[in-house]
């Protein structure tokens, strides 16, 4: 499926994380591919294997430090691995607020729930299973509800991660088959879903990923429902049919040392040189024909920007910034000379800058992000508002960002009008013209699957928009309607740029205009970035 499906990037992606997966560093992998313009989780079909890594690495390290405190007794055994997994457990919460999306697969930082685990396991044999029907329902009752109440709203594992991890530690010490939590898990429903969960977990996220690849748009609920049966019932099989057999002091398939080194050694071989081989030729291009022009994807974006423009002068501004391959995203359109038009905001603003600065070749356009909602109140944002109140030759600043996403991010309708009016106030009495560009449409699809002709009738991907952006403007559409005459800003329609008749598309005159699912590559960036020249031009000298 990945060579039938996957683009060019995707499979040489999916080539390197099979790589990964093979020496049980795939934590490593995706770690180390974290980044804003990362693909979608949910399009990643090996990225469940993070959490395999973690545990294989786990139980390479813990027999080490058992074997070394094992001689002074059960009680330093006890005393190292709780230790060990408080500590763990700091690293985590300490890592999450510098980075957390690293710090979700960093294996120093996860160690602590296996931990919890292993203090399961040295306490038990001392004091056997202790009976208490109430704690026991008490863990199963945080762990149906992790199930039942989390969602992806939660962010990254942290402090709510605690809530499963205890109750399944209170599961494992008090629930015993006479206890109530006891009589429930005894049930034939979730024994069978135990014993096929291991074999769940390995298939459900290929399952998932490659029908949100195959798909225009989100799956549908019944699909999703049908791939969970499908999940289920693969389990099965591999349970039945793979598990099963291995199992046992004498298993039944490959018994023999030497045969079951030989067979998986050699399958392990083979995948791995397959994975280098599709790596190393970029994902084998020439399975695939383009169906328009222009390029897709941030690398040809940075690029680009290196190429045309120098690094902003603000050092302020500049030392702060976010990254890209190691430099600051932050640029103007010429160099030592001062400012005058400036574009703020996050990436939504960044993706202007091309098309801005090419079509106004006489002013001195910079731009100035952070990947955060960049409203006055946001300490990250600071800097620049500071800096702009430094520029003396400024002439207009363009607020832009990501509103859909910034919107339901801030979680509060009536804070996040509160924070803009001030954020544009604040601008406005900076003595400039203040621009406010508004979304572009967010597409349910990556473009790579508009661009090239890899699924029959694939224009759909082109056009397909995500409901939950609609719904989104529908929420804030209205608030830039109402501050726009309150703070005398003027408002840039953006979406015009690509949409006609109600249907937005990612391409125009057979060129593509977006790079991802919501960034615009530079012939998009060109597009509109000369409809907002026109805005600007109005009332200057």
């Not at 607020?97 to 685990?117: D, H, I, Q, T």
């Not at 014993?195 to 990923?209: G, I, N, W």
């Not at 600065?357 to 990947?371: I, K, M």
């Not at 109140?389 to 979680?411: C, G, N, T, Y």
């Amino acid at each position: 499926f990945a060579w039938l499906w996957l683009l060019p990037e995707q499979l040489e992606a999916f080539a390197d994380s099979l790589g990964a997966v093979l020496v049980f560093l795939s934590n490593i992998y995706f770690m180390s591919q974290v980044s804003y313009f990362a693909p979608d989780a949910e399009l990643q079909p090996l990225l469940h294997t993070w959490s395999l890594a973690v545990e294989e690495q786990y139980y390479l390290l813990f027999p080490l430090i058992l074997l070394l405190s094992h001689r002074f007794g059960r009680g330093t055994m006890i005393a190292v691995t709780l230790g060990l997994a408080i500590g763990s457990l700091a690293l985590n919460l300490v890592g999450n607020g510098l980075n957390a999306e690293r710090n979700f697969f960093f294996s120093p930082s996860r160690f602590w729930e296996l931990g919890a685990g292993s203090l399961c396991a040295l306490l038990l044999p001392s004091h056997g299973r202790l009976r208490n029907g109430a704690l026991a329902l008490v863990g199963l009752a945080l762990i149906l509800g992790a199930v039942l109440l989390y969602d992806d709203q939660l962010g990254i594992a942290g402090y709510f991660t605690i809530l499963p991890v205890a109750g399944t530690v209170l599961v494992i010490l008090f629930c015993r088959p006479d206890t109530l939590a006891g009589r429930i898990l005894s049930h034939s429903a979730p024994v069978g879903i135990g014993l096929v969960s291991y074999s769940a977990y390995l298939v459900h996220q290929p399952l998932f990923a490659f029908a949100r690849i195959r798909s225009p748009g989100e799956p549908s609920a019944l699909l999703i429902w049908g791939l969970c049966l499908v999940t289920l019932a693969m389990a099965w099989l591999i349970w039945r049919f793979v598990e099963q057999p291995f199992r046992g002091a004498r298993p039944r398939a490959l018994g023999n040392r030497r045969g079951f080194t030989l067979v998986f050694g050699s399958a392990a071989a083979g995948l791995m040189v397959v994975g280098v081989t599709v790596s190393v030729l970029d994902g084998l291009p020439g399975r695939v024909e383009a169906r328009y022009a222009g390029d897709i994807g941030s690398n040809a974006f940075f690029q680009t920007m290196r190429q045309r423009y120098s690094t902003c002068e603000a050092r302020t501004i500049r030392d702060a910034a976010p990254q890209h391959e190691g430099q600051a995203r932050c640029f103007q359109s010429h160099e030592g000379r001062p400012v005058t038009v400036a574009l703020i905001g996050d990436s939504h603003a960044e993706h202007l800058f091309p098309g801005l600065a090419e079509a106004l070749p006489d002013e001195v356009v910079a731009v100035y992000l952070q990947n955060t909602v960049p409203l006055l109140q946001e300490p990250r944002m600071a800097v620049i508002y500071d800096g702009l109140s430094r520029m003396e030759s400024l002439k207009v600043v363009i607020f832009a960002m990501h509103w859909p996403r910034r919107f339901v991010q801030f979680d509060d309708p009536d804070g996040f009008e509160t924070g803009l009016k001030a954020t544009l106030t604040y601008l406005q009495g900076l003595g400039v013209k203040v621009l406010v560009v508004d979304d572009l449409p967010w597409f349910a699809s990556e473009p790579a699957s508009c661009k090239y002709e890899i699924f029959p009738g694939s224009v759909k991907y082109c056009t397909t928009e995500r409901i939950d952006a609609r719904v989104a403007a529908g929420l804030y559409g209205p608030i830039l309607e109402r501050l726009a005459p309150e703070t005398g800003v003027q408002i840039v329609p953006a979406r015009q740029a690509f949409c006609e008749d109600g249907r937005c598309s990612m391409v125009r005159d057979g060129v593509m205009q977006f790079r991802d699912s919501n960034h615009l590559s530079v012939a998009g960036s060109e597009r509109l970035g000369g409809i907002v020249a026109g805005h600007v031009r109005e009332d200057l000298p």
